[in-house]
């Protein structure tokens, strides 16, 4: 399965780790992929430490684990890179992407040596922006569809305006906020 594309996700409870793996999930299944997202449970708790995890193909996907050696990963949460090792079987030809405001060597110096690409997004002061309140899993998501090109910028925001209507139908003035963030996100993500 070349085409595959797979994506480990680290958070802290309460960041909507979980709930950025699946609706990347739905939008890509929306667009035609076949797909998986899946937490990894635990004793997770408020802040605790957590994965869940993306696959996305153009063919039905026959692997039902976790993901080992993932393509790309995100990191919801830079304080994790002190106590999860986060780049655990990363590929080097993928990349990583960080929610954080430190720079290029204070990023790679805690990222035990990972040769590959890195990109980072301020996603608290997105979501300060956009959304008043901290939400890191909304600018997070449009990072890693931005990083990963699984599909275009417009396809997802189309994808996404659909699921917030649904989503958020009894809290529709929410929905403009995320939307915002999403598009802010796709043009703040850089490369360190």
């Known amino acids: 399965m070349s085409n595959l594309i797979e994506i480990r996700w680290h958070g802290r409870g309460g960041q909507g780790a979980k709930t950025a793996s699946l609706l990347l999930a739905d939008a ?6 076949y797909i998986q997202g899946f937490p990894e449970y635990g004793p997770e708790r408020m802040g605790a430490p957590i994965t869940a995890y993306n696959r996305i193909s153009d063919e039905p996907i026959t692997v039902h684990s976790n993901i080992y050696e993932p393509d790309y990963v995100v990191v919801v949460d830079d304080s994790l890179l002190d106590c999860v090792d ?3 079987g990363l590929k080097k030809d ?10 290029g060597d204070e990023l790679r110096s805690s990222l035990k040596g990972y040769e590959g690409d890195i ?3 301020d996603a608290r002061k997105v979501s300060m922006e956009t959304l ?3 939400f890191p899993n909304t600018p997070m998501l449009a990072a890693v569809v931005k990083v990963s090109s699984i599909m275009s910028d417009e396809a997802f925001l189309e994808d996404m305006i659909g699921s917030f209507k649904h989503k958020f139908a009894k809290k529709p003035e929410v929905i ?3 939307m915002k ?9 850089t490369k360190v």
Do not use: H
Not at 181 to 189: G, N, P, Q
């Open 181 to 189: 963030a999403l598009e802010m996100a796709l043009k703040e993500v």
């Open 86 to 88: 986060v780049t655990a």
């Open 28 to 33: 890509a299944f929306n667009t035609g992929k």
């Open 119 to 121: 990109y980072k997004i």
């Open 176 to 178: 403009d906020g995320n």
């Open 132 to 134: 008043g309140k901290y």
């Open 94 to 103: 993928g990349a990583i992407i960080i929610n954080s405001t430190k720079n």
